[in-house]
């Protein structure tokens, strides 16, 4: 008979490491826009710093929120990215057919970082609860 594996043995999630291989890709994006596109610092930095917050930390931190199980760094990485697009396009379409408010450059930055605060803030009130 074949012995069949429980779950027992399972990964431990290494998120500064998932972090910081994500920071090191938008960083590695940023200055590939640098040398071949010329564009200026700061738009690379804003590059960088918005791939994080767009693509990445509501998802991230949604998925740690609700969803607990075990992954492995991939699926959480995929999940993150996926959660997070999910997340922004709702929340923005949300504000625009609902409540009117027109999407412009200051409204989606305004609404992104709220949706990442309030999901930090959540994070924080059930993880010390």
Same mark, same amino acid.
């Given at each position: 008979m074949t012995k069949i594996e429980d779950k027992s043995d399972k990964q431990e999630i290494d998120y500064k490491k998932i972090s910081i291989a994500y920071l090191i890709l938008s960083i590695i994006v940023s200055i590939i826009l640098k040398i071949f596109f010329d564009i200026e610092i700061l738009q690379t930095l804003r590059f960088a710093v918005g791939l994080i917050l767009i693509l990445f930390l509501p998802g991230f931190i949604t998925l740690n929120l609700f969803f607990?199980? *075990?992954?492995t760094n991939l699926e959480e990485l995929v999940f993150s990215v996926l959660i997070s697009i999910m997340v922004i396009i709702l929340v923005v379409l949300f504000l625009n057919i609902i409540l009117k *408010?027109?999407?412009?450059?200051l409204s989606s930055i305004i609404t992104v970082l709220l949706i990442n605060m309030s999901l930090f803030i959540f994070y924080i009130i059930k993880t010390k609860l």
């Open positions: 607990r199980d *075990v992954r *408010v027109k999407i412009t450059t």
